[in-house]
Nanobody, 124 residues
Framework: QVQLVESGGGLVQAGGSLELSCAASGQTFGSFSMAWFRQAPVKEREFVAALSWADGSTYYADSVKGRFTISRDNAKNTVYLQMNSLKPEDTAVYYC?????????????????WGQGTQVTVSS
């Protein structure tokens, strides 16, 4: 079992920055690929960014590429999402997720463990 707890959400003006954190506990953190997803009201959960445990490769949704950065600190069992140049359309609940192995790293149905989510609101 892996428990994930997100933090760092909040209200920010357009153009601002936030850093989300996801603290993991339970099984060996370093063996999991980690990802961030988000869900806005009346929309489906969508992929934001992921980091593969196997080779450290990172993956981003086109809508956040160049603005968001995913990273991890295995010593702290924590994954981060640095969000810069935020836009009102980035407003959503952001979820951290973990999976041991997948070939479909952008697919939310592949992930076994989820955090409770943290709200990010970007005002115009």
């Amino acid at each position: 079992q892996v428990q994930l707890v997100e933090s760092g959400g909040g209200l920010v003006q357009a153009g601002g920055s936030l850093e989300l954190s996801c603290a993991a506990s339970g099984q060996t953190f370093g063996s999991f690929s980690m990802a961030w997803f988000r869900q806005a009201p009346v929309k489906e959960r969508e992929f934001v960014a992921a980091l593969s445990w196997a080779d450290g490769s990172t993956y981003y949704a086109d809508s956040v590429k160049g603005r968001f950065t995913i990273s991890r600190d295995n010593a702290k069992n924590t994954v981060y999402l640095q969000m810069n140049s935020l836009k009102p359309e980035d407003t959503a609940v952001y979820y951290c997720a973990a999976v041991i192995s997948t070939f479909r790293i952008r697919d939310p149905y592949e992930y076994d463990y989820w955090g409770q989510g943290t709200q990010v609101t970007v005002s115009s």
